[in-house]
């Protein structure tokens, strides 16, 4: 047998140890609160539910060389600490604090000797992330009737160029004052209203049947896509919040933060973050209050609103900065349409002055890629069909004429990215 040995490190025990092109990388990702490593391989290090303890071999040799690699870009979230088991890590004993902390990074850590152990040759962090392709469609669905109050399933699709489709036949639980996101950067979600059960939407627009709910029931609260492909539900008659995966899953409750309020919209802003705002608080009384969320999905506490106190409101993303726009909903003279820009940095704006039909409980989804569109609702106490679109400057434009069953207290998401 022959063979060439090409940029090894020869270790003071006569052994060649591995190079950096030739680790062992561990098939296996690593998920857990801890692990315990060894010389010679690369780990993967997924910290999305937790931080992860890291225990490095409690003896080395010169030339013992580890890599780690934050696996699904959320070491900013939850970190990873080092635990050099009883060896210097950068000269520092393990009674040092270890801790790496930013999305993205990677170290490459390789051991000296006793007097400095364990020592980073690369401590690097990838800074381009893939971005999904911007949602191309929408789907308004479910609702409510206002003579009869009778509650609705079916849904309207809408095309690339903003165009409002008949009516689709219904599926799942017919319900109004429910809640829609996207989640996986081309599929949605409806949830809540009056029951707790949610209905996927694949990326053709297609409603699936019910899903068994989960979590605290929220009769009029809102849901966001925040971090690109995850989204929370939160508000209604109790701030409870629920996070929903990126393959579609309702989580378990999170203790609310905030004022519980119904008729509240909310937006993403920033490209990876959401906003809830305005509503209806309990005894009746109107706010214009909003709670920032995370790109992880933790609610802020209350901050100050701008705009005129309302509920019934609607709101959607816009642009290619990061911008959004909330609009219509009840003021205390009645339905407005009156519409307030989110900057990418979540501040809501003062008013703006009202372009199409007043009204109130419509629903608002991003479509085309980096536009928006507003409808249905209600002119209490009669229904539309109408609808609103905004284009990528957060103009809203005058009325289309109405398609479909005219109803309000509907949800709408995005959905496809595809034209």
Same mark, same amino acid.
């Not at 017919?174 to 949605?188: N, P, V």
């Not at 209604?236 to 919040?241: D, L, T, V, Y």
């Not at 419509?362 to 479509?367: C, K, Q, V």
């Given at each position: 047998?022959?063979?060439?040995?090409?940029?090894?490190?020869?270790?003071? &025990?006569?052994?060649?140890?591995?190079?950096?092109?030739?680790?062992?990388?561990?098939?296996?990702?690593?998920?857990?609160?801890?692990?315990?490593?060894?010389?010679?391989?690369?780990?993967?290090?997924? !910290?999305?539910?937790? @931080?992860?303890?890291?225990? #490095?071999?409690? &003896?080395?040799?010169?030339?013992?060389?580890?890599?780690?690699?934050?696996?699904?870009?959320?070491?900013?979230?939850?970190?990873?600490?080092?635990?050099?088991?009883? #060896?210097?890590?950068?000269?520092?004993?393990?009674?040092?604090?270890?801790?790496?902390?930013?999305?993205?990074?990677?170290?490459?850590?390789?051991?000296?000797?006793?007097?400095?152990?364990?020592?980073?040759?690369?401590?690097?962090? !990838?800074?381009?992330? %893939?971005?999904?392709?911007?949602?191309?469609?929408?789907?308004?669905?479910?609702?409510?009737?206002?003579?009869?109050?009778?509650?609705?399933?079916?849904?309207?699709?809408?095309?690339?160029?903003?165009?409002?489709?008949?009516?689709?036949?219904?599926?799942?639980?017919?319900?109004? /004052?429910?809640?829609?996101?996207?989640?996986?950067?081309?599929?949605?979600?409806?949830?809540?209203?009056?029951?707790?059960?949610?209905? #996927?939407?694949?990326?053709?627009?297609?409603?699936?049947?019910?899903?068994?709910?989960?979590?605290?029931?929220?009769?009029?609260?809102?849901?966001? @896509?925040?971090?690109?492909?995850?989204?929370?539900?939160?508000?209604?008659?109790? %701030?409870?919040?629920?996070?929903?995966?990126?393959?579609?899953?309702?989580? &378990?409750?999170?203790?609310?933060?905030? @004022? /519980?309020?119904?008729?509240?919209?909310?937006?993403?802003?920033?490209?990876?973050?959401?906003?809830?705002?305005?509503?209806?608080?309990?005894?009746?009384?109107?706010?214009?209050?909003?709670?920032?969320?995370?790109?992880?999905?933790?609610?802020?506490?209350?901050?100050?609103?701008?705009?005129?106190?309302?509920?019934?409101?609607?709101?959607?993303?816009?642009?290619?900065?990061?911008?959004?726009?909330?609009?219509?909903?009840?003021?205390?003279?009645?339905?407005?349409?009156?519409?307030?820009?989110?900057?990418?940095?979540?501040?809501?704006?003062?008013?703006?002055?009202?372009?199409? !039909?007043?009204?109130?409980?419509?629903?608002?989804?991003?479509?085309?890629?980096?536009?928006?569109?507003?409808?249905?609702?209600?002119?209490? %106490?009669?229904?539309?069909?109408?609808?609103?679109?905004?284009?990528?400057?957060?103009?809203?434009?005058?009325?289309?004429?109405?398609?479909?069953?005219?109803?309000?207290?509907?949800?709408?998401?995005?959905?496809?990215?595809?034209?």
């Amino acid at each position: 047998m022959s063979g060439i040995v090409q940029n090894n490190i020869l270790r003071s &025990s006569g052994t060649i140890a591995v190079s950096a092109a030739g680790l062992n990388w561990v098939d296996t990702v690593i998920t857990g609160s801890t692990a315990t490593v060894e010389a010679g391989n690369g780990y993967w290090i997924n !910290t999305t539910s937790n @931080t992860c303890t890291i225990t #490095l071999p409690s &003896s080395a040799e010169k030339g013992d060389q580890i890599v780690l690699i934050d696996y699904a870009r959320t070491w900013g979230t939850n970190s990873i600490f080092i635990d050099s088991n009883g #060896l210097n890590y950068q000269g520092s004993p393990d009674t040092s604090t270890v801790e790496y902390t930013t999305s993205g990074q990677s170290i490459n850590i390789v051991y000296s000797d006793a007097t400095k152990g364990w020592i980073p040759l690369e401590d690097d962090v !990838t800074a381009l992330e %893939p971005v999904a392709p911007p949602t191309q469609k929408a789907i308004f669905g479910f609702g409510s009737l206002y003579s009869s109050g009778a509650k609705q399933n079916m849904s309207n699709l809408v095309n690339s160029s903003g165009v409002v489709a008949t009516d689709t036949t219904g599926v799942g639980t017919a319900r109004g /004052a429910l809640s829609a996101l996207g989640y996986g950067g081309d599929k949605g979600i409806f949830a809540y209203g009056s029951t707790n059960k949610s209905n #996927l939407v694949n990326s053709s627009g297609v409603i699936a049947s019910d899903t068994d709910g989960v979590g605290t029931t929220k009769n009029g609260g809102s849901g966001v @896509t925040i971090g690109g492909d995850i989204g929370v539900f939160a508000f209604g008659s109790n %701030p409870i919040s629920n996070k929903v995966s990126n393959q579609g899953v309702i989580a &378990s409750d999170t203790t609310g933060v905030g @004022t /519980a309020r119904q008729g509240l919209a909310a937006v993403e802003y920033g490209g990876d973050k959401g906003v809830f705002a305005f509503g209806e608080a309990s005894g009746g009384s109107l706010v214009n209050t909003r709670n920032l969320v995370s790109n992880t999905g933790v609610i802020a506490s209350d901050a100050s609103g701008a705009g005129t106190v309302r509920y019934g409101v609607a709101g959607c993303s816009y642009g290619s900065s990061g911008t959004a726009i909330i609009a219509f909903g009840y003021v205390p003279a009645g339905s407005s349409n009156l519409s307030n820009l989110v900057s990418n940095t979540g501040v809501v704006a003062s008013d703006t002055s009202g372009v199409g !039909t007043a009204r109130t409980f419509s629903a608002a989804s991003r479509y085309g890629g980096d536009k928006g569109i507003f409808g249905f609702g209600g002119q209490i %106490p009669s229904v539309d069909n109408m609808s609103n679109k905004v284009n990528n400057s957060g103009v809203i434009a005058s009325d289309t004429t109405g398609v479909g069953t005219a109803r309000f207290e509907i949800a709408a998401c995005g959905f496809s990215s595809s034209a």
